[in-house]
């Protein structure tokens, strides 16, 4: 038996198609540091200022996620690729001198596009998934580069189009 409905592949199809900025999610969990990159991070309020992103909880951070009063989002640039890679593909996603304590106790990542500190309002869980909604209380704008996209399996970076207003 399957658990495979008749449109998972266009569902995963349609998804690699769509371009999403790339993002590390961060979390001290007793004294510890976890994270993850999402491609998942969406704003939702200006006022007062929240942004949501979804996780399995199946993940090894969501015991940090589901615990923890605080957390980072760090939004990456072109030049943080290899940043990316850790954070999705390896475990030792903080061994080095690439991040401090800020905040909260929450893991800051250096020489990003810049980063938030936010309060942890809901955690809505929905069978192995959970969206995690997040209210701003720090942050720091870093250079204006280029973003990281993730599309269809790959990295990217947006081209400008040949258009004026």
Same mark, same amino acid.
């Given at each position: 038996?399957?658990?495979?409905?008749?449109?998972?592949?266009?569902?995963?199809?349609?998804?690699?198609?769509?371009?999403?900025?790339?993002?590390?999610?961060?979390?001290?969990?007793?004294?510890?540091?976890?994270?993850?990159?999402?491609? /998942?991070?969406?704003?939702?309020?200006?006022?007062?200022?929240?942004?949501?992103?979804?996780?399995?909880? /199946?993940?090894?951070?969501?015991?940090?996620?589901?615990?923890?009063?605080?957390?980072?989002?760090?939004?990456?640039?072109?030049?943080?690729?290899?940043?990316?890679?850790?954070?999705?593909?390896?475990?030792?996603?903080?061994?080095?001198?690439?991040?401090?304590?800020?905040?909260?106790?929450?893991?800051?990542?250096?020489?990003?596009?810049?980063?938030?500190?936010?309060?942890?309002?809901?955690?809505?869980?929905?069978?192995?998934?959970?969206?995690?909604?997040?209210?701003?209380?720090?942050?720091?704008?870093?250079?204006?580069?280029?973003?990281?996209?993730?599309?269809?399996?790959?990295?990217?970076?947006?081209?400008?189009?040949?258009?004026?207003?």
């Amino acid at each position: 038996m399957t658990d495979k409905t008749p449109f998972e592949g266009t569902f995963k199809e349609m998804f690699r198609r769509h371009a999403a900025g790339v993002a590390i999610i961060t979390v001290n969990y007793q004294g510890e540091p976890y994270g993850f990159t999402a491609t /998942s991070v969406a704003s939702l309020s200006a006022q007062p200022p929240r942004f949501t992103f979804n996780m399995a909880r /199946s993940s090894s951070s969501w015991p940090a996620v589901a615990n923890a009063t605080h957390l980072g989002v760090h939004m990456l640039g072109l030049e943080n690729q290899a940043l990316a890679d850790r954070f999705a593909r390896t475990k030792d996603r903080f061994g080095g001198d690439h991040w401090e304590v800020g905040p909260h106790e929450v893991p800051i990542l250096k020489d990003v596009a810049g980063w938030l500190i936010g309060k942890i309002q809901m955690r809505l869980s929905f069978e192995n998934n959970a969206v995690v909604v997040v209210e701003v209380v720090e942050g720091e704008v870093g250079d204006d580069g280029s973003p990281l996209l993730y599309h269809a399996g790959g990295y990217g970076q947006p081209v400008p189009l040949d258009y004026e207003i």
